[in-house]
């Protein structure tokens, strides 16, 4: 089974396809194999005049299925259909072009569409983490987003929250990781103050890749900023118990109503204390997917 990606090379979009094609290759009985192409190398003119030849000179072996991931991604992808008839197409979000052009359609409960045949709902994007259940005692990530178009960056809320995680946690090891969104002066106010003695910051920009997916893994329970929706699903996802820092809403949307859903289903909680976060979440939403497809 072949699958082909058409990329707008986005990392969070490449991740939610990685989800897909590894949480088949988990599950099928046979060998699933995973090829990229770039969208902006697909000409829409030559895909239009290659339909139905079942052969295309970027894409390396016939496809089974065509994701596609970005709102630039999905003609091309439903033109690269068109060239490979018996290949299923599927994108993971909500499509800018009608849910019956494609075979089929996988997005998070909070875009508001509803389960259909060829539409599959899912908590949260998917995500390429499984719970390897390597989880260490009393090591704690905090995970620092950044100001968003539904979220004002609070310096004073934050640092607050931090203080509190650490009085909390004594005897926790506490690592901190920012974002590329994380404000650049906040590590350095953090820093003024004696609690950060207590943490092992490690700043975005000095974490290989793969580093924060890695501490998931070991860590037992994780800090979010409630503005990175992603690495909340991610945490969950890694089998963490997940705790939520408050920053200001700029306004209430879908997304926003999600993050107040998990916490109204008390899979995520805003308390400061690791043994009063509820138990971890069983979340294996790539595993459903998947298995839905096969």
Known sequence: MHIVYVTDGKAGHRSQALGLYKAMQRLSTQQVTFEEVAAESLSAFNLFLARGNQQHPLIQQT???????????????????????????????????????????VVPKHDGITAENNVIVTEGALNPIVNEKRHQSKRILIALGGDSKRHKWNDAKVLAAIEKIVQDNKKSDIILTTSRRTPKQFLTQLNTHSFA??????????????????????????????????????????????????????????????????????????????????????????????????
């Open 63 to 105: 496809p089974d299925y065509i994701f596609s991931v970005g709102s630039q991604t999905q003609l091309k992808a439903l033109l690269l259909g068109q060239v490979f008839p018996k290949a299923k197409t599927l994108v993971l979000m909500k499509p800018k072009f009608p849910l019956a052009w494609f075979d089929y359609v």
């Open 197 to 294: 003695a207590k943490l092992q910051i490690f700043p975005v920009e000095d974490t290989p890749q793969g580093w924060i997916f890695e501490q998931m893994q070991l860590a037992e329970a994780v800090w979010v900023t409630e503005d990175s929706v992603s690495m909340i699903y991610e945490a969950l996802t890694a089998g963490c118990k997940v705790g939520l820092i408050a920053i200001d809403r700029l306004k209430q949307d879908r997304i926003t109503q999600s993050v107040d859903f998990l916490l109204q289903q008390k899979q995520v909680s805003q308390v400061t204390s690791s043994l009063h976060l509820p138990k971890a979440a069983q979340f294996k939403e790539a595993d459903r997917v998947a298995a839905i497809l096969l």
